[in-house]
Nanobody, 115 residues
């Protein structure tokens, strides 16, 4: 069973940046399809970004050109670099891997964007 632990959330003003980390154990991060999701207050969890084999990534429209997903195979960690943050980016951010009934989720990390 893959285990995921997120970190790096916090409070930031609009226009600021944060980098989230997702530490992976139980498998190699670069052998997995890894995803970021977020759940804004009072809303459903939504897709943010995914990284596939070979470094290919895709993003939700709301975060394209502002967020970048990457991996560090040496430290078995996935990152989400978030730039030009907006209040609507406020959410609990989760990393995820797997499919269907065989998925792993981290505990989440809170990101709050406010002036």
């Amino acid at each position: 069973q893959v285990q995921l632990v997120e970190s790096g959330g916090g409070f930031v003003q609009p226009g600021g940046s944060l980098r989230l980390s997702c530490s992976v154990s139980g498998d190699a991060v670069n052998s997995l399809i890894m995803r970021w999701y977020r759940q804004p207050p009072g809303k459903r969890r939504e897709f943010v970004a995914a990284m596939f084999d070979g470094g290919r990534a895709n993003y939700a429209e709301a975060v394209k050109a502002r967020f970048t997903v990457s991996e560090d195979a040496t430290n078995n960690t996935m990152f989400l670099q978030m730039n030009d943050l907006k209040p609507e980016d406020t959410a609990v951010y989760y990393c995820n891997t797997g499919r269907g009934g065989d998925q792993s989720w981290g505990q989440g990390t809170q990101v709050t964007v406010s002036s």
